[in-house]
Nanobody, 116 residues
Framework: QVQLVESGGGLVQPGGSLRLSCAPS????????MGWYRQAPEKQRELVAS??????NYEDSVKGRFTISRDNAKNTVYLQMNSLKPEDTAVYYC???????????WGQGTQVTVSS
């Protein structure tokens, strides 16, 4: 069973930056969607950013601060997070969708904490 492996989370001060990465542990064919989601304590998981083909989409609160990108050769998706705020604190998850049978893959999550 292929899994998604995230990295890059950690503790950062307000105004700082982090870069999250997500890569599959094996081969996934036909990826047509990659996204980053986050879940803060006692809140529902929400979409942060997504990329499908060359189209990107961002949650309003991260527009202008976060950038999603992908490396097609490595099937890897990145989330560059700048000007981080305490309200960005959450567990961040990556999600892939394959057009083969509509398979969905989730990462295990990586903690991002923004605090002074």
């Amino acid at each position: 069973q292929v899994q998604l492996v995230e990295s890059g989370g950690g503790l950062v001060q307000p105004g700082g930056s982090l870069r999250l990465s997500c890569a599959p542990s094996g081969t996934i064919f036909g990826i047509d969607y990659m996204g980053w989601y986050r879940q803060a304590p006692e809140k529902q998981r929400e979409l942060v950013a997504s990329i499908a083909s060359s189209t990107t989409n961002y949650e309003d609160s991260v527009k202008g601060r976060f950038t999603i990108s992908r490396d097609n050769a490595k099937n890897t998706v990145y989330l560059q997070m700048n000007s981080l705020k305490p309200e960005d604190t959450a567990v961040y998850y990556c999600k892939y969708r394959s057009y083969y049978y509509g398979n969905i893959y989730w990462g295990q999550g990586t903690q991002v904490t923004v605090s002074s």
